[in-house]
């Protein structure tokens, strides 16, 4: 079973390294096969609101987009082809890194500078398969309410750790965050957050 410690954690106060709570699952008798992190590389990438959008002067097949970062505004060339006008989206600015390690600069297109570039799932590191063919071919766009300049790392949780836990047969109590969390609050004598126990009694 697959679980991110992100959502696990909002069950559990839990504090300890990825790696050490994996080895405090295990030696409780719930084995940890693996831990993955998300986008391990991904760095400098944030939202931004695309507030114009113009054809390039000088190539029929791209356009210059301006973008609000929140703080700032920058040009982006792109030919991405889903964008549009108040389209929020993950822009990777100058010395961002994406999911494969690709550096990203200004870059000169035909004679315009591009401060950065939009993003796409696969350029994010996230997995494809949760993805829509549609979604997969262009730019992400993100909900309307996304705020500006946030880090994409936290707002798409690519920092976060997948744990495969290993289950048997008579482990079925643990096939859900629940589970798991309850699994890890008993391991590491950690109350649950947001529930509450109750002990129940016969009546007299």
Known sequence: MLVSLNWLKEF??????????????TMSGTKVETLTVVAENVANIFTGKI????????????????VDMGTDER??????RNVFVGAIVPVAVDGAVLANGTKIGTNDFRGLLSYGMFCSIEELGM???LFSKEIMEGILILPE???????ARELLWLDDVIIDVELTANRSDCQSIIGIAREASAT??????????Y????SA
């Open 51 to 66: 507030t114009k959008i113009e054809p390039h002067p000088n190539a029929d097949k791209l356009i210059v987009c301006t």
């Open 188 to 197: 590491l004598d950690l109350p649950m957050a947001g529930f509450t126990t």
């Open 127 to 129: 997995n494809t398969d």
């Open 145 to 151: 309410n996304t705020p500006l300049g946030m880090d």
């Open 75 to 80: 040009v982006i060339v792109t030919a991405a």
């Open 12 to 25: 559990v106060d839990i504090k300890m390294s990825p790696y050490d709570f994996g080895e405090a699952l």
């Open 199 to 202: 002990v129940a009694t016969e």
